[in-house]
């Protein structure tokens, strides 16, 4: 087959999806597939002479079905339908998961919560109720929202839930120069490991049934924040951190940590 035949099933099989996902895994007559697509006895007719001219769907008898290629070329259109709609959800995370390997429809099931006008600090409520769930905490972040600067996080840390976090050298500067007598002795307790990085894409937090990810304004406030408890997203949040956390240094090397 043309390339140019290949592209009018594509084109034939997204506009029709509807059509494909109906007969998904069984047969319908003209008449059920009418009311299950709910468009008019004309309509119907030449949907099916559409699809069943590209090969995606045969008549058996008195019904219609997917063909063993209609059945290949559904899957696909579902899809891309779900990656869709999870990038529509994502939004914000977009430009940096897409510096990543994750295949975006892993989220399209995620809990995405985002900013609203009056309510800036959706994303972190978000964050933190994962957190008291938690007994421990690893990932890495680009701004400050993390140890030792959201007063529950710091409280939760010196109550023994154990947290590495990696964070960008100006965050280290920060949180060490505004609370270094804290930051010591949690990590002196063994509860605590920060290490630093030079480049960070988002943010990442592996809890202990869930992953998020995070987006943040051009404030330094979370904008957006995707949380899920998919084995694969988990599978792939522990080996980016691991691939990154491999790169850091710890923060003992910093000039300013004098454990």
Do not use: C
């Amino acid at each position: 087959m043309s390339d140019s035949g290949n592209s009018e099933i594509v084109v034939t099989a997204v506009k029709r999806a509807d059509t494909l996902h109906a007969l998904a895994g069984r047969s319908l007559t003209r008449s059920e597939l009418q009311d299950e697509i709910d468009v008019s006895r004309t309509t119907t007719h030449r949907i099916v002479r559409e699809l069943a001219d590209k090969t995606l769907i045969r008549r058996v008898g008195g019904t219609y079905e997917l063909t063993p290629l209609g059945r290949i070329v559904a899957r696909e259109v579902e899809h891309l339908q779900d990656t869709v709609t999870a990038a529509e959800k994502l939004g914000a995370l977009l430009p940096s998961l897409d510096r990543t390997d994750i295949d975006v429809e892993l989220l399209a099931d995620a809990t995405i919560t985002v900013q609203e006008a009056g309510d800036p600090y959706r994303p972190v409520r978000r964050f933190i109720s994962l957190l008291r769930d938690s007994g421990t905490l690893r990932g890495f972040d680009t701004t400050t929202i993390a140890p030792m600067y959201v007063d529950e996080i710091r409280d939760s840390i010196l109550d023994g839930m154990r947290t590495e976090i990696i964070y960008l050298p100006p965050v280290i500067d920060q949180i060490l120069d505004d609370h270094h007598d804290a930051t010591e002795a949690a990590i002196e307790s063994g509860q605590l490991d920060l290490f630093i990085y030079d480049e960070l894409p988002f943010g990442l937090a592996i809890f202990d049934d869930r992953v998020g990810v995070g987006g943040y304004d051009e404030t330094g406030v979370l904008r957006v924040f995707a949380d899920t408890d998919s084995p694969q997203v988990r599978s792939w949040a522990e080996s980016l951190y691991e691939e990154y956390h491999d790169k850091a240094t710890s923060i003992r090397e910093h000039d300013n940590w004098a454990g």
